[in-house]
């Protein structure tokens, strides 16, 4: 049996040829305000990032929960320069299953369709096939939002159906979620693929 204080060890830094993931610290929250007031980012998400006062609240949070193992929150930094470009997360994290789920991506839109998204996938998904030996790692989006599907799929992401309903955004909208996932005998394929496109 995992102990689950065991399986994600602290802190993870995961450092690719652009990007470094890092684990969030309160230290980011003013830069990750700034890069997320831009609107386009929360189009598609189920809470309103633009609103400072909002996405305080939910980073806090998301420090709070890594402490109680239910979430890992990262800062995306571009390596270069050193910029906040973003954050991702691992969440519905089960250690006893040896699944979780890699969300709550978003960068300043002046990194889509960069290869940023990409390279942070591929850090993410080797941590979890390779380190944490997951059986199980999904990744879920708006069935509205294209972008974010056509960017899932892009990665290897393979689509297992629409959740109907399955929740309700801030603004009173009920979102239909698309459910992707990736196992450990796709990773091998996947990760070539991924290299390749790096």
């Known amino acids: 049996m995992i102990n689950p ?13 652009r990007v470094r993931l890092v684990p969030l610290e309160r230290t980011h929250f003013p830069a990750l305000i700034t ?13 309103d990032g633009s609103d400072q006062s909002r996405l305080l ?32 997360m691992f969440h519905n994290i089960f250690p006893q299953h040896r699944k979780l789920e890699i969300g709550w991506t978003w ?27 997951a059986i199980r790692v999904q990744l879920v989006t708006d069935e509205i939002n294209i972008r974010s599907r056509n960017a899932i799929e892009g990665i290897g992401g393979v689509f297992e159906g629409i959740l109907r309903n399955e929740r309700i ?21 996947i990760r070539e693929q991924l290299v390749r496109g790096i």
Not at 62 to 87: D, N
Not at 169 to 189: C, D, F, K, Q
Request: net charge neutral; glycine share 6%.
């Open 5 to 17: 204080a065991d399986w994600i060890g602290h802190p993870v830094v995961l450092e690719g040829e």
């Open 35 to 47: 890069v997320g007031a831009d609107k386009r980012i929360w189009e598609y998400m189920s809470v």
């Open 57 to 88: 609240q939910l980073l806090e949070s998301a420090v709070l929960k890594r402490a109680t193992k239910e979430q890992y929150p990262f800062v995306v930094i571009e390596k270069k320069t050193g910029a906040v470009v973003g954050s991702t």
């Open 107 to 133: 960068y300043a839109p002046s990194f889509w369709r960069t290869g940023v998204n990409r390279e942070c996938k591929y850090l993410l998904l080797n941590y979890c096939f390779d380190v944490l030996s």
């Open 169 to 189: 955004r801030e603004n009173g909208i009920y979102r239909n979620t698309v459910m992707y996932s990736v196992l450990p005998h796709e990773w091998a394929v």
